[in-house]
């Protein structure tokens, strides 16, 4: 019976596969590099499993047989796509972990239509001057409903989170942004709005307690150091029974008095309204915007149906202002946002997809009606 020193000595070089006959074909077509690397990741299994007792002489010979194939395999993997279709079971329509909303297909035709070739991203075609790389989404954004004021600009960022450290940054560094404490959320992926708030410079100031917070305790917080007040939407958790919170509308008066922005962290960002098919305490995008909060900032790829993006919505001169200060490539968000604005049976679609189900609650879950692509 052979030793573990006599089975280590069994196994070939890379050398030696190389230059055997079948692997060498496989370097001329896969490259010398891949197949190199192949080789180590193959041979080194087979010293862990040697290691660990599980190869004999047989069962190490049987091995050594199917080597090329266990090459194959290697290289398969190393260098196919590691993004692949799944089938989602889990009864999650918007799942964070599946890649969220699945995009329609009238993106990805309008996708092949600009990407595959020159666009207009940064020109403006009637002037034939440079333009503006953000009137795609304000145009688009307009057509849905957004507030048709002049003083209402939309940005794109990565994704939410980048969305609400860059209005913070911009709006607050350096001084204090007032929260309740039971709004301290965290969100899927250990984001956590403490968190993102250090990141961004501003100090956080908790007011209230976890389960109820007066807009007096706004009030007695607000001092020379004050630069926003911050209403995050609890969109995967409740509080109820003994609980209580300031109304968006007090929010909005104590920040018009004392000349402070106000922004409203929404998560999700539906674009329906939500209590015409029966779902209540879930605020949208439009409700906000109307009712006079200055900044909202959502995500693009749950409610609204797109790629991965951070939205930020809001009065123009403070939109201007995160603009300035950002470092962002919205080009392919922008592309991919553009979705289905202009369809005549968008409205039919996105109630369905809402009567179905409940919305996401920022990250969780929504459901499609039949033959209606995701909301856009």
């Known amino acids: 019976m052979k030793t573990q020193s006599d089975l280590y000595r069994e196994l070939p070089s890379v050398d030696e596969l190389l230059r055997d006959p079948p692997i060498a074909k496989l370097v001329e077509e896969e490259g010398q590099p891949a197949v190199t690397d192949a080789c180590r990741s193959v041979l080194s299994r087979l010293r862990v499993e040697i290691a660990a007792g599980a190869l004999d002489e047989r069962k190490l010979s049987l091995a050594l047989s199917g080597i090329e194939a266990a090459l194959k395999t290697e290289l398969r993997r190393a260098l196919g796509y590691s993004l692949r279709p799944v089938i989602n079971g889990t009864g999650v329509i918007l799942h964070t972990n599946l890649g969220r909303a699945p995009l329609a ?46 003083e209402i600009s939309t940005i794109v960022v990565n994704n939410n989170a980048a969305a609400v450290l860059l209005a913070l940054n911009t709006l607050a560094e350096a001084g204090e942004v007032i929260v309740s404490r039971g709004e301290l959320v965290e969100i899927g992926g250990s984001f956590r709005i403490p968190d993102v708030m250090a990141k961004s410079g501003a100090v956080l100031r908790e007011v209230g307690t976890t389960n109820r917070t007066r807009i007096g305790d706004y009030e007695r917080a607000i001092n020379e150091r004050t630069r926003l007040l911050l209403r995050v939407h609890r969109s995967n958790f409740e509080i109820t029974g003994f609980a209580e919170q300031p109304s968006i509308a007090e929010l909005i008066a104590l920040a018009q008095k004392h000349k402070l922005p106000l922004m409203e962290d929404l998560g999700s960002g539906a674009l329906f309204d939500l209590k015409q098919v029966g779902i209540n305490g879930e605020p949208g995008v439009f409700d906000s915007l109307r ?86």
């Open 105 to 150: 297909e009238s993106t990805f035709d309008h996708i092949r239509e600009t990407a595959g070739a020159y666009s207009n991203l940064e020109f403006d075609l009637e002037s034939g001057e440079r333009g503006k790389r953000d009137v795609h989404v304000e145009n688009n954004l307009g057509g849905t409903g957004v507030p048709a004021r002049a």
């Open 291 to 376: 009712a006079g909060v200055h900044v909202v900032t959502y995500s693009g790829d749950k409610l609204l149906g797109g790629p991965q993006a951070g939205l930020i919505s809001g009065r123009e001169d403070l939109i201007k202002k995160i603009c300035g200060a950002r470092s962002h490539s919205p080009g392919v968000c922008e592309k991919g946002l553009r979705i289905r604005a202009r369809g005549k049976n968008d409205a039919a679609c996105e109630r369905g997809n809402h009567e179905k189900g409940r919305s996401d609650r920022r990250h969780d879950s929504k459901s499609v009606a039949p033959g209606c692509p995701p909301t856009s």
